[in-house]
């Protein structure tokens, strides 16, 4: 095995400097700031990592002041979850599992490709605990946090560990007022020392070039990280039935088994929550992946209320190159599916009905960053989808609030503010490309067609219903002012 010496750097100053030995001072404030293609048809700002690369399991020390429970004595841990889930009542939406603490650090190249070189890659980076100032917190945090400033409520169901980590997470998550609703039950013993019952960690390593390689444990392991849980709780189910929305992703894989999944999507149908799912560049491996995954995949494609997935995921699940024929190819193989969300990244999103298409180019901005741009994306369409909203209406906010977390470095806390999204919209700059569109939606055989436009064409024009931007912008802000005067939005 070959030995690697990784030199990290802070990517960026969030917390006091470390005095760690394996830090060396910071590379850059710009840490994040991803090189982007033009754009071309189909493509994504929102796109797959450039790397991802299969972690280790970390032995990561417990402190008292973190403990999430009492233990039994034998180095087992008992949950005591229903003090993070009292009162779980009027929840908008409910994230399934996925949730984890992100490492982000500079380091002066990517993780090789080969497995054994990795894995000694990986065994360097952990010789030491990372310092809390490189800590973010990640996966279905990002969207339970931007769907959060938007004023919805929101809970996530998962999993965190007995550890630093643990609390870490949970110690955000309430300050951005959301719910953490734990799923395991009193009866599940788990060995507190065991990687399996640790708080899953992602390595966010960012390269010089500013390329983005993603790695954590889950990746190594031939079982979901959280295999030994098979049921739902009981505080589970509430607060499932309790939702609006369950929100599930193709990440939740590395998590949970397939049949927990299923699980729980059977019952939000069961109790009437609709269910959103982006399968994200899992859903590619999921589709060639065990009869178990397969399964679920199908099932969560036919029996989700809204899918949400880029063009290229679009087409690898389908086939079909055109996103809106690919989207009207899912609605047709959906048992419960009302919306298809594509997202096409600097050309803006297209929302699919049976009956109608809506399109809204996005937003102009400087991008710096991409990370969780399609994690706060479909946030807002959550919040579209619960106040009833006009479809491109929906599509707008959407555009708006994925674009203003890429103005910003990375994700979980440094997600979109409320603010950096209304000043966005009111600033109305947005990247029409008409010969694109016109393209997109020629010789469709379909009902209704809207489309967003700068100009003020409200009104058919060549058999499409163009809404003006500025109205849909004052009906935004109007709503998003009401929330806020109803003590939804926290400033």
């Given at each position: ?17 470390s ?16 090189p982007?293609s ?5 493509g994504?700002i ?7 690369c ?35 009542e009027n ?23 080969s497995?054994e070189?990795r ?7 952990s ?16 969207m ?17 560990g ?6 870490f ?10 719910r ?21 960690l ?14 954590s444990?889950?990746?190594f ?9 098979s ?10 039935k309790q ?15 397939p ?30 992946g ?16 809204v ?22 190819e ?18 803006g999103s ?7 298409i ?9 991008v ?5 741009c399609g994690?706060s994306?479909v ?15 929906t ?20 997600v979109?503010?409320l ?16 010969e ?21 064409l ?14 849909v ?15 939804k939005?926290?400033?």
């Amino acid at each position: 095995m070959h030995n690697h010496t990784v030199t990290l750097k802070s990517p960026l100053p969030y917390h006091a400097p470390s005095s760690h030995p394996i830090f060396s001072p910071p590379l850059n404030l710009r840490h994040f700031v991803s090189p982007l293609s033009p754009p071309k048809t189909g493509g994504s700002i929102y796109h797959n990592p450039v790397f991802i690369c299969k972690g280790i399991q970390l032995s990561v020390p417990c402190h008292g002041s973190a403990s999430l429970g009492p233990s039994n004595g034998n180095g087992a841990a008992v949950h005591d979850w229903k003090v993070r889930s009292v009162g779980i009542e009027n929840i908008d939406v409910a994230t399934l599992g996925n949730l984890c603490v992100d490492i982000v650090l500079n380091v002066p190249k990517l993780p090789p490709r080969s497995r054994e070189a990795r894995f000694a890659y990986m065994q360097e980076l952990s010789k030491f605990p990372p310092d809390k100032k490189y800590w973010e917190a990640g996966g279905n945090c990002n969207m339970a946090i931007a769907a959060a400033r938007l004023g919805l409520h929101c809970a996530t169901i998962g999993h965190v560990g007995d550890e630093i980590y643990g609390q870490f997470l949970l110690d955000v998550l309430s300050e951005e007022r959301i719910r953490m609703v734990g799923m395991s039950e009193d009866g599940d013993i788990v060995d507190s020392s065991s990687a399996s019952y640790e708080t899953l960690l992602c390595w966010v390593l960012v390269d010089p070039l500013q390329r983005h390689g993603f790695c954590s444990r889950a990746d190594f392991c031939k079982e979901p990280a959280f295999s030994w849980m098979s049921r739902l709780s009981g505080e589970v189910k509430m607060a499932i039935k309790q939702s609006k929305i369950l929100f599930c992703n193709g990440y939740g894989f590395d998590e949970l088994s397939p049949a927990l999944i299923m699980l729980a999507l059977d019952y939000a149908v069961e109790v009437g929550t609709s269910v959103f799912f982006d399968p994200g560049p899992r859903g590619k491996s999921l589709l060639t992946g065990t009869p178990e995954e397969r399964q679920a995949l199908i099932h969560l494609l036919k029996m989700s209320d809204v899918l949400v997935l880029t063009s290229d995921e679009a087409e690898s699940l389908t086939g079909i190159g055109n996103p809106v024929l690919a989207g009207q190819e899912l609605l047709k193989n959906g048992i419960r599916t009302k919306w298809v969300i594509v997202k096409m990244g600097s050309r803006g999103s297209i929302l699919v009905t049976m009956s109608s298409i809506s399109c809204a180019p996005a937003f102009k901005v400087n991008v710096i960053d991409t990370v969780g741009c399609g994690d706060s994306f479909v946030a807002a369409i959550a919040f579209g989808y619960i106040h009833n909203l006009p479809l491109v209406n929906t599509l707008a906010i959407a555009n708006a609030v994925g674009a203003a977390t890429a103005m910003g470095c990375g994700a979980g806390r440094n997600v979109a503010t409320l603010e950096k999204v209304i000043e966005l919209m009111r600033a109305s700059n947005i990247n029409e490309e008409d010969e694109f569109w016109n393209e997109l939606v020629k010789d469709l055989d379909t009902g209704e067609i809207t489309f967003l436009s700068k100009m003020v064409l409200n009104g058919r024009n060549n058999q499409v219903n163009h809404v003006a931007l500025q109205k849909v912008v004052s009906e935004l802000l109007l709503k998003l002012k009401d929330n806020r005067l109803e003590g939804k939005v926290v400033s």
